[in-house]
C-alpha cells in the first residue's frame, strides 16, 4: 500500500495531463502504455528485488551485494531524491494553497482568463507559495521521523480508493461539458505522425517519474518487506493502480481543456487553471474542489515520503545519524533547494538552464536524465550482475509462479539497457 501511495501523486494529476497534452495526446499515452507495461514492471521487480534481498537503502544494498563501483549507482538516487523532491515540494504546496483558494470561493469561475491569471499571479509571488512549500515540507519530515510503515500505510488504503473515486465523478462531470469530445479524440485516437525524439524521451521520463522508479525509492520500500511477500503480484498491483490513476486524470482534464478552450500544452498550470473550471460547472462544486485538492496533497504526501526516506535511509543506515537528525537535515536542505524552483515562476522566471526556467529544468535533470540512467543500471544489475539470486528473491525461493521470468531476464539484460539508453541520449 505504501509503494502504491508513492506511485500515485502528482505525477499522476499534474504532471501526466500536461505531459499528454504537451507531446500530442494519444500517440504519447499510447508510448507511454507500452513502456510502463514492460521496462516499468521489470524495473520496478529489480528495485523491489534489490532492495529486499539487502535490507538495505540503496547505496548500502549496491555495496553488500556486489560493491565496488556499483555503489555510486546509489549515491545517484541518493542526489535524485533531493533534486525531485526539493521541485515536488513546491508543486504540492500548490496543491495545499489552493485548497484555501477553494474554500474561499477565489476559483469559483470558468474562464479561462481569469484561471489563467490567478494562477499566474499567485505562483509569481515572492512568498506565499514558499510559504506552502515550506509548510508541505514540515508535514513530510514530520511523517518520516514518526516512520513509514503505520501512518502511510493507513492513509493510502482510504484515502487513494477516496481520490480514484472521486476523479471517476469529475471525469463524467468532463466528458459530459459541450466540446468536451474533441479532448477525447485528442487523448485517445492516435495521430502517430506527430511522434517525435521529444515525445519518447517525454513518454519514458514520465514512466519512471510516475512509479517512483530509478533513484531507489521502492528499493528502499522493498527492504522494509518480509520474504512472505509475492513481489511480482505487488509489482503487477502498483503498476495497474497507478496507470489507472493517470489515465483517469487525463480523461478529466484533456476533455475539460478542449471544452473551456484552455491550450492543452500550457505546461506545469494546466491542471490547476483547468479544475477550477470543471468544478465551477458542478453542484456542490466548491465542496469537490475542497475535496478534490485534500486528496491531492495527501497522494503527494505519500509520495514525497518515499523520496526523503532514501535520503533519511541513507544517512541513518551508511553514516549512522539519528533518524530525526536525518530528516530534519535532509528536508531543511531540499526545502532551501526548492526555493529558486519556486521563485523561478515569478521574479526569477528570466534565469534559464538550457532554455528551461529553474523548476523545469530541475525536473528535466532529475527525470529525463537521472531516473533513467538509475533504470538503466538497476536492469543490467539485476540481468548481469545477480540475476539467479534475483530469480530466486523475486519467487520468494520458489513459492511464487513466474512464468514470464526469461522475458523479465531478457528485457532487463537487454530491452531495457538499450531502449532507455537510446532514448536518453537521443533526448539530449
Ligand atoms: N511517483 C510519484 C508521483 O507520481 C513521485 C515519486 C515518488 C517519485 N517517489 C519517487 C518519482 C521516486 C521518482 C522516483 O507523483
Redesign the pocket.
Known amino acids: 500500500m505504501a509503494a502504491s501511495g508513492?506511485?500515485?501523486?502528482?505525477?499522476?494529476i499534474?504532471?501526466f495531463p500536461y505531459m499528454a497534452g504537451e507531446n500530442g495526446g494519444a500517440a504519447f499515452f499510447i508510448i507511454y502504455l507500452a513502456l510502463v507495461f514492460t521496462i516499468g514492471l521489470s524495473v520496478m521487480l529489480c528495485e523491489f528485488v534489490i532492495g529486499r534481498a539487502a535490507q538495505r537503502n540503496p547505496v548500502g544494498a549496491y555495496g553488500i551485494l556486489k560493491g565496488g563501483a556499483w555503489k555510486y549507482v546509489g549515491f545517484l538516487g541518493v542526489a535524485?531524491?533531493f533534486i525531485?523532491l526539493s521541485f515536488?515540494s513546491v508543486v504540492a504546496g500548490w496543491a495545499i494553497a489552493y485548497i484555501f483558494k477553494s474554500v474561499s470561493g477565489l476559483l469559483a469561475t470558468s474562464d479561462p482568463a481569469a484561471l489563467g491569471a490567478l494562477f499566474k499571479n499567485f505562483t509569481a509571488d515572492p512568498w506565499e507559495p514558499i510559504l506552502y512549500h515550506g509548510i508541505f515540507m514540515a508535514l513530510t519530515v514530520a511523517v518520516i521521523i514518526g516512520g513509514v510503515n503505520g501512518g502511510i500505510e493507513r492513509t493510502s488504503k482510504i484515502l487513494m480508493p477516496l481520490l480514484f473515486l472521486l476523479l471517476v465523478v469529475l471525469a463524467v462531470r468532463s466528458l459530459t461539458l459541450p466540446g468536451a469530445m474533441a479532448g477525447l479524440k485528442f487523448y485517445l485516437a492516435p495521430d502517430f505522425s506527430k511522434v517525435t525524439g521529444a515525445t519518447l524521451n517525454g513518454a519514458l521520463s514520465q514512466a519512471?517519474?510516475?512509479?517512483?522508479?530509478?533513484?531507489g525509492?521502492?528499493m528502499t520500500y522493498g527492504s522494509y518487506l518480509s520474504r512472505s511477500v509475492n513481489l511480482i503480484k505487488t509489482t503487477m498491483l502498483i503498476t495497474l493502480c497507478?496507470t489507472a490513476v493517470a489515465f483517469l486524470a487525463g480523461l478529466v482534464i484533456l476533455p475539460a481543456v478542449f471544452a473551456f478552450s484552455f491550450d492543452p500544452s500550457a505546461g506545469p498550470g494546466l491542471v490547476f487553471i483547468t479544475l477550477p473550471a470543471v468544478f465551477a460547472k458542478m453542484p456542490l462544486g466548491i465542496v469537490f474542489a475542497v475535496l478534490f485538492f485534500v486528496l491531492l496533497s495527501i497522494?503527494?504526501l505519500t509520495?514525497?515520503v518515499?523520496?526523503l526516506e532514501?535520503v533519511v535511509a541513507y544517512f541513518v543506515d551508511e553514516r549512522g545519524w539519528q533518524r530525526r537528525r536525518a530528516a530534519t537535515i535532509g528536508g531543511g536542505v531540499i526545502f532551501l533547494l526548492g526555493i529558486p524552483s519556486s521563485l523561478s515562476l515569478g521574479v526569477w522566471s528570466g534565469f534559464t538552464i538550457g532554455g528551461k526556467e529553474f523548476l523545469s529544468a530541475m525536473d528535466y535533470v532529475?527525470?529525463n536524465i537521472l531516473?533513467p540512467v538509475g533504470g538503466i543500471a538497476v536492469s543490467l544489475f539485476v540481468g548481469w550482475v545477480i540475476y539467479p539470486r534475483a530469480l530466486d528473491e523475486a519467487t520468494g525461493g520458489g513459492a511464487h509462479r513466474f512464468q514470464l521470468a526469461p522475458v523479465w531476464r531478457f528485457i532487463c539484460r537487454y530491452v531495457a539497457p538499450i531502449a532507455v539508453g537510446w532514448i536518453l541520449v537521443s533526448g539530449l
Open positions: 508513492s506511485a500515485v501523486g502528482l505525477g499522476n499534474w504532471k535524485a531524491g525531485i515536488y519512471f517519474f510516475s512509479l517512483s522508479l530509478g533513484m525509492a521502492l497507478d497522494a503527494a509520495s514525497s518515499s523520496l532514501v532529475g527525470s531516473l
